[in-house]
């Protein structure tokens, strides 16, 4: 499934993105962002600048480039958080814009040593909550 980008929520940066998620920068060629949702904190997503289907559109030096940014996002948030893991997800299926979710796994944290759950509704923080993780990953960038 190929979406639309005037209906695509990175690219048209609309309320439904802002709903879900608060940007913290702009990397290389791509968008960081910390999920509302929080039960595994520290959760972000890295969103690729340009309206692609996925990695295997992307040239040499695009992929690596935003690969490299995904990479750094998760060096980040391993210093900022200590997670045990942090686990990838490059789904897409109903929304066909290249982004990865990146999701700290912590021991005795939810769904540890299983698959994380894309929206759980169960954390909610803070602004001031919210401000705290992003000045810890914004630190360790």
Request: aromatic share 12%; with cysteine; hydrophobic share 35%.
């Amino acid at each position: 499934m190929y979406s639309d980008p005037k209906s695509c929520l990175y690219c048209t940066n609309n309320e439904t993105l802002h709903n879900l998620m608060i940007e913290i920068c702009h990397l290389r060629v791509s968008r960081l962002f910390l999920f509302k949702e929080q039960t595994y904190r520290g959760r972000c997503l890295v969103s690729y600048d340009h309206h692609v289907n996925d990695l295997n559109e992307l040239n040499d030096q695009q992929r690596n480039d935003f690969m490299a940014d995904v990479a750094q996002a998760t060096r980040a948030m391993q210093r900022a958080f200590n997670p045990e893991k942090i686990n990838y997800g490059a789904y897409s299926d109903k929304l066909s814009h290249l982004h990865f979710h990146l999701a700290p796994k912590y021991v005795d944290g939810p769904d540890y040593g299983g698959v994380f759950q894309m929206n759980p509704g169960k954390v909610y923080l803070s602004d001031a909550e919210y401000q705290e993780l992003i000045d810890a990953i914004k630190a360790n960038l």
